[in-house]
């Protein structure tokens, strides 16, 4: 196999995995539910996907270094070198309350950067994956997958936006041009988290925004969103991720067309 193909192949096996557990949670009820020092929820299927898929890296790829939300980094990589990052479930608070809108992220970087990923959200039934040079994909596995592409919106009157919440906006002095763009867009929802930038890679809708983020919750988005003919940048249309600020990665992504304006609205310096 050529390329990031038996990557991907393998992303899936990880999915296959961490999908049999994180399934068998949901909506249990003696569901274990703990709060972090950060005050995000982390409940034991979080703590058993990323686990059991650090126990199957290590076995078929020893050499690669691992990133994970709960677990850290692993020891032992080469600078520089391949590593794989995963968030076990990302919407854990939808998890918990039984909310089927969650998803298990896998990403490859290679040198700092994505170049593949993988989402899979057993609840919806649905998988999406890509790999630079190698096409966006959508399905229930891998072997139905369908090439997936961002729509050809080029106008903001036409547009669907979209955003996770919006609290952290206001929290860095943005919450204003973020209103502006609802008031001007065609449509305006909060689906948050992996989803919305899923539903743009489909051509469901044509921009999602973040304020801050953490590389595992971004990694494994990138290279699908790109891959489908988007683009992804940070708030100063830098490259994601890249040398992250201390308040986190934030995110900009879109069909493409829209790009340039949406980053020209949100990326000004607040108003002090």
């Known amino acids: 196999m050529k390329g990031y193909a038996a990557d991907i192949t393998l992303a899936h096996r990880l999915a296959d995995a961490a999908d049999a557990i994180s399934t068998a949670r949901f909506r249990a009820g003696d569901l274990r539910v703990d709060t972090k020092p950060d005050l995000t929820p982390v409940s034991d299927a979080d703590t058993a996907v990323e686990q059991e898929i650090r126990a199957l890296l290590r076995a078929e790829r020893p050499d690669d270094g691992l990133l994970g939300e709960e677990y850290g980094e692993q020891s032992g990589a080469r600078p520089g070198g391949r590593q794989w990052v995963i968030d076990p479930i990302d919407g854990t608070k939808n998890f ?49 997958g369908a090439p997936i592409q ?87 249309g830098q490259p994601v991720p890249g040398a992250a600020a201390p308040g986190g990665i934030s995110a900009v992504a879109t069909n493409g067309p829209l790009h340039t304006g949406v980053v020209a609205r949100l990326g000004r310096a607040p108003a002090r």
Do not use: H, K, N
């Open 150 to 236: 961002v729509s050809a919106v080029a106008e903001l009157t036409d547009a669907s936006f979209c955003y996770s919440s919006l609290d952290g906006w206001e929290e860095r002095g943005r919450l204003p041009a973020v209103l502006q763009i609802m008031r001007d867009a065609w449509r305006s929802r909060a689906y948050g988290d992996f989803y919305g930038y899923m539903l743009l890679a489909e051509g469901a809708l044509d921009i999602m925004v973040e304020p801050e983020l953490s590389l595992w919750d971004v990694a494994a988005l990138v290279p699908i969103v790109t891959e489908a003919g988007g683009a992804f940048t940070d708030l100063a």
């Open 96 to 144: 918990v309350r039984g909310v089927p809108v969650w998803a298990t992220l896998i990403a490859l970087l290679e040198g700092g950067q994505p170049v593949a990923g993988l989402v899979s959200a057993p609840a919806v039934g649905r998988r999406w994956w890509g790999a630079l040079g190698e096409g966006a994909y959508a399905g229930p596995d891998q072997a139905s």
